[in-house]
């Protein structure tokens, strides 16, 4: 995916390669986008926040905020063509401000290892349920039996430890031997047969009597129960969903050829990612009132409802097993964005091997996960602020350090960077290229800002 031999007409070229085509770059942003944020966290901050409203504010932050902030990430990206730490501060000083941009680049370099601190543990949960799907356990079971399941898988600390581990040492592996090449075929193939999947667990949730009030708790808005609160977790997770504010997309825009169409990829990744969570919502929510369940139930839900559904149908083992494993992939494409921005700079920067900077980085995100692992068993009633340790690495990430860094890209994209650079890269200055700079400008850093201002 990434070659040696771009030809940059005389711009700068990334020292880790370009990507071989349009499509390649596609590709990976799409696989850092869809994951365990599309599955298992929209429904479940969407439950918490009381469905309908929660959801309309959601969809207007990702057109209105995430897709502006993605498309200035991709071009200070391709413009800086380096890591986002030292892209921020080159940019920063070519366009007349200062070096001290790069600090944005930090920010995002420890979003992205504290994301992927939780992030890790829930892949591994993912994983074991490939096991558990695989061995028949939720066959036939009832609601209580898989609540119980969840429960008793979660609370052992040890059983969370070991697939937290494999997880990590799964996602070490491929960065550090830089064969993403694999995985993009991967994505390839992955998000299509989850989308396939997810339309089979949709004709199973039409099925179960309660469509009618799944459809109902996602997109009817009860504007009474919205609060400031919600409208930031909405924001948040739309942050989390596209990969967003932390230099993610900022690593991958490096590696992106010049003639590739920045509006048109975001577009494209954008509307798959949203796809895949309104449809997840659409497979879950009947589930939950067919089965009488909570949809506050928090993180748990995806996994209570789910093997549910499997555990009656017909030939529920082989879907269930097929399920988690390509979840688990789209997990393991997630992680790669994740780690890429600390990766990068450590190989740039202190000039280390990419297998080198890999484990350093890997371990200890490894090390920094232990504190989610033990947020479900033996720490779970230490409390403070937003509530267990998990509870607070994803509310520090997903709600204050996304929504800041994105805040921070625009900013300078919109205001920083001289118009011919931004149009440069977003090719010409028509009427695509004003609508993103007044939403870069105005629109997105302003929404934000009320946002944070008036949630915090
Ligand atoms: N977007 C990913 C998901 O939805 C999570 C992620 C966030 C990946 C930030 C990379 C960077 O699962």
Redesign the pocket.
């Known amino acids: 995916m990434l070659s040696h031999q771009a030809n940059d007409g005389g711009k700068r070229t990334s020292l880790h390669g370009h990507w071989s085509s349009r499509m390649a770059f596609i590709l990976a942003v799409t696989g850092?986008?869809?994951?365990?944020?599309?599955?298992?966290?929209?429904p479940y901050i969407a439950g918490q926040n009381g469905g309908g409203a929660f959801v309309l504010v959601y969809l207007v932050c990702v057109f209105v905020i995430g897709m502006p902030v993605m498309m200035s990430e991709v071009l200070i990206g391709r413009r800086g063509r380096r890591n986002p730490i030292a892209t921020m501060g080159l940019l920063g000083e070519e366009e007349g401000s200062s070096r001290q941009w790069q600090w944005v680049g930090v920010l995002g370099v420890l979003?992205?290892i504290l994301?992927?601190s939780y992030?890790s543990v829930i892949a591994g949960w993912v994983l074991a349920y490939v096991v558990k799907s695989a061995t028949g356990e939720f066959a036939g079971a009832s609601s209580g039996q898989v609540t119980a399941i969840f429960t008793r898988f979660t609370g052992d600390w040890r059983l969370v430890t070991l697939s937290h581990t494999i997880f990590m040492g799964l996602t070490i592996f491929v960065v550090a031997r830089g064969v993403e090449r694999g995985l993009e075929q991967a994505v390839r193939f992955m998000v299509p047969a989850l989308l396939l999947l997810m339309f089979v667990l949709l004709g199973y949730s039409i099925n179960s009597g309660y469509f009618a009030d799944g459809v109902n708790f996602l997109f009817t808005p009860s504007w009474d129960k919205l609060t400031w609160g919600s409208v930031l977790a909405a924001l948040g997770q739309a942050?989390?969903?596209?990969?967003?504010?932390?230099g993610?997309?900022m690593a991958y825009g490096a590696y992106l050829p010049e003639e590739t169409s920045i509006t048109g990829s975001s577009a494209a990744v954008v509307v798959a990612?949203t796809g895949i969570?309104m449809l997840a919502g659409l497979v879950i929510f009947p589930l939950v009132f067919a089965n009488g369940l909570n949809p506050a139930d928090g993180p748990g839900l995806v996994f209570e409802t789910l093997p549910l559904a499997f555990g009656k149908m017909a030939g529920g083992v082989v879907f269930s097993t097929v399920f988690f494993v390509l979840l688990s992939f789209?997990?393991w494409t997630?992680?790669?964005?994740?780690v890429e921005p600390a990766v990068a700079w450590l190989v740039e920067h202190f000039h280390k091997t990419r297998a080198q900077a890999t484990v350093v980085v890997g371990g200890m995100i490894w090390l920094v996960g232990l504190g989610s692992v033990l947020s479900f068993n033996v720490l779970s009633d230490v409390k403070f602020l937003a509530g267990t340790i998990f509870d607070n690495v994803d509310y520090l990430t997903s709600n204050i350090m996304?929504p800041a860094g994105g805040l921070l890209i625009t900013i300078f994209a919109g205001w920083v960077m001289c118009r011919n650079s931004s149009a440069d890269e977003l090719g010409g200055s028509g009427g695509l290229y004003k609508t993103w700079r007044l939403l870069a400008r105005f629109l997105a850093p302003i929404g934000i800002l009320i946002i944070l201002v008036n949630a915090i």
Do not use: E, H
């Open positions: 850092s986008a869809v994951g365990l944020g599309n599955v298992w966290k929209f979003a992205g994301i992927l992030y942050f989390f969903t596209l990969s967003v504010g932390m993610a997309i990612d969570a789209a997990a997630s992680a790669l964005g994740l996304l």
